[in-house]
């Protein structure tokens, strides 16, 4: 039995219930998964103003904390933190490595960057494939004991240690079928412990605060047992199991993956003890012949705008202050795309006044717009915080940003002329 722990589960995710999994969990390897469209959108964005940049900001903050501790217990990390630029990542875990005095191998896989590949490269930034767990594999195989990726398949982070542990061939449908489906299930940590789940009154999870992060027990075979640590937060009963294995998953029975397509229709969950559950039914057949490519075009600014009102009359002065900001951007022949106009906690969400059934006790006004032009964009933000003076009585808390945005589509590509390498760093 390999023991794999869920070490964060997005960009942003917390750090300590990661530590307290190496230093409590006797894992045997730890996955970081920290990539999803959006981030790595970003980190393009990043690495196009600096080209040693497209990372994960967190990773120096995570290797500081969780490097060492790692290597004196023999747990080895996967993690696809290296998100538009995997080769700096590594060197950035191997200085990490030489700052603690520990030795590390570091393997960065590469390759998952197709942008030149594809046939019609106009405007595209980049372009990344979803890479199956084979390189990463490979890595292990070859002595890593960091190994950090670009985009690759999620569940595929998880399922590549088991692969490397117990030698299986890349169709091993069964035992695949197993490990894959843990992965599916731990991909978003403290989701699986009961994290976005908890609905007080009708759904109540103990401990939030301190949330612990799942773990999966997978053994040679490919059957798996989840759970979590032993005084912590949270909960893994078939409830928070049943709600992750529909996370994101189209087609139950052909959740597709680089590394298999699954069939999810018979899973069932047991429960062992507490906050351990054994997961059966799992299946799975070959993977299409192509690969999923997240594609990101240049799709100029947002500029955006908020400020806040409060008290009696607070949603018709936010109404007069939209009506304000509304008629001089409409009204001054400047090249805006889209313009968006909310009121949050009154329509923000649910469009529409209807939704208003009491008066507020506060409100904040959000204008945005989207312009090819930075200039329009800044001016965007400049009529909110115009109101100061220019608007109705008590705007407060005024604020402005212009963020570059890129689009994202996606296609596929054929599979076999995608070739994923590793650059090795030593400290």
Same mark, same amino acid.
Request: aromatic share 6%.
């Given at each position: 039995?390999?023991?794999?722990?869920?070490?964060?589960?997005?960009?942003?995710?917390?750090?300590?219930?990661?530590?307290?999994?190496?230093?409590?969990?006797?894992?045997d390897?730890?996955?970081?998964?920290?990539?999803?469209?959006?981030?790595?959108?970003?980190?393009?964005?990043?690495r196009?103003?600096?080209?040693?940049?497209?990372?994960?900001p967190?990773?120096?903050?995570?290797?500081t904390?969780?490097?060492?501790?790692?290597?004196?217990?023999?747990?080895?990390?996967?993690?696809?933190?290296?998100?538009?630029?995997?080769?700096?990542a590594?060197?950035?875990?191997?200085?990490?490595?030489?700052?603690?005095?520990?030795?590390v191998r570091?393997?960065?896989?590469?390759?998952?960057?197709?942008?030149?590949?594809?046939?019609?490269?106009?405007?595209?930034?980049?372009?990344n494939?979803y890479?199956?767990?084979?390189a990463?594999?490979?890595?292990?195989?070859?002595?890593?004991?960091?190994?950090?990726?670009g985009r690759?398949?999620?569940?595929?982070l998880?399922?590549?240690?088991?692969?490397h542990?117990?030698?299986?061939?890349?169709?091993d449908?069964?035992a695949l079928?197993?490990?894959?489906?843990?992965?599916?299930?731990?991909?978003?940590?403290?989701?699986?412990t009961?994290?976005?789940?908890?609905d007080p009154?009708?759904?109540?999870?103990?401990?939030?605060?301190?949330?612990?992060?799942?773990? &999966?027990?997978? /053994?040679?075979?490919?059957?798996? @047992?989840?759970?979590? *640590?032993? =005084?912590? $937060?949270?909960? %893994? +009963?078939?409830?928070?199991?049943?709600?992750?294995?529909?996370?994101?998953?189209?087609?139950?029975?052909a959740?597709?993956t680089?590394?298999?397509?699954?069939?999810?229709?018979?899973?069932?969950?047991?429960?062992l003890?507490?906050?351990?559950?054994r997961?059966?039914?799992?299946?799975?057949?070959?993977?299409?012949?192509?690969?999923?490519?997240?594609?990101?075009?240049?799709a100029?600014?947002?500029?955006e705008?908020?400020?806040?009102?409060?008290?009696?009359?607070?949603? &018709?002065?936010? /109404?007069?202050?939209?009506?304000? @900001?509304?008629?001089? *951007?409409? =009204?001054? $022949?400047?090249? %805006? +795309?889209?313009?968006?106009?909310?009121?949050?906690?009154?329509?923000?969400?649910?469009?529409?006044?209807?939704?208003?059934?009491?008066?507020?006790?506060?409100?904040?006004?959000?204008?945005?717009?989207?312009?090819?032009?930075?200039?329009?964009?800044?001016?965007?933000g400049?009529?909110?915080t115009?109101?100061?003076?220019?608007?109705?009585a008590?705007?407060?808390?005024?604020?402005?940003?212009?963020s570059?945005?890129?689009?994202?589509?996606?296609?596929?590509?054929d599979?076999?002329?995608?070739?994923?390498?590793?650059?090795? @760093?030593?400290?």
């Amino acid at each position: 039995m390999i023991r794999l722990g869920a070490g964060a589960g997005f960009a942003d995710d917390r750090i300590d219930p990661a530590v307290d999994l190496v230093e409590r969990g006797a894992l045997d390897f730890l996955v970081l998964e920290c990539l999803a469209e959006r981030t790595i959108a970003l980190r393009q964005i990043e690495r196009l103003h600096d080209a040693d940049a497209g990372f994960d900001p967190w990773l120096r903050e995570r290797m500081t904390a969780l490097l060492a501790p790692c290597l004196a217990r023999g747990v080895r990390i996967v993690t696809n933190a290296g998100a538009a630029n995997p080769l700096s990542a590594a060197r950035l875990v191997a200085a990490v490595a030489r700052e603690a005095g520990v030795p590390v191998r570091v393997a960065a896989v590469m390759g998952d960057d197709v942008t030149g590949l594809l046939p019609d490269r106009s405007a595209v930034v980049s372009a990344n494939a979803y890479l199956g767990g084979g390189a990463i594999v490979d890595a292990l195989d070859r002595g890593a004991h960091v190994v950090v990726t670009g985009r690759v398949a999620d569940a595929s982070l998880f399922a590549a240690p088991a692969r490397h542990a117990y030698h299986w061939g890349a169709d091993d449908w069964p035992a695949l079928a197993g490990a894959l489906t843990a992965g599916h299930l731990l991909e978003c940590a403290g989701q699986l412990t009961g994290g976005y789940f908890a609905d007080p009154g009708f759904v109540d999870v103990p401990g939030l605060a301190e949330l612990g992060f799942p773990y &999966a027990d997978i /053994d040679e075979t490919g059957g798996v @047992v989840v759970g979590k *640590l032993p =005084g912590t $937060g949270g909960v %893994i +009963d078939a409830r928070t199991c049943t709600q992750q294995l529909l996370y994101e998953v189209h087609d139950p029975s052909a959740y597709i993956t680089p590394d298999a397509t699954l069939d999810l229709t018979e899973v069932s969950f047991a429960p062992l003890d507490a906050d351990r559950v054994r997961v059966d039914g799992c299946a799975a057949v070959a993977p299409p012949t192509t690969l999923k490519v997240t594609v990101a075009t240049w799709a100029g600014y947002v500029g955006e705008g908020e400020i806040s009102f409060a008290g009696p009359g607070c949603l &018709a002065r936010a /109404d007069l202050a939209v009506d304000i @900001v509304e008629k001089r *951007l409409r =009204g001054s $022949g400047l090249p %805006i +795309d889209e313009l968006r106009c909310e009121r949050i906690g009154v329509d923000a969400v649910f469009r529409g006044r209807s939704a208003v059934r009491t008066e507020p006790a506060e409100v904040r006004v959000r204008v945005s717009a989207r312009t090819p032009d930075r200039w329009v964009a800044e001016r965007v933000g400049r009529e909110v915080t115009g109101l100061w003076t220019n608007g109705p009585a008590g705007g407060g808390g005024a604020r402005r940003t212009v963020s570059e945005q890129l689009a994202l589509r996606s296609e596929a590509i054929d599979r076999n002329i995608v070739a994923p390498w590793i650059e090795w @760093v030593e400290a």
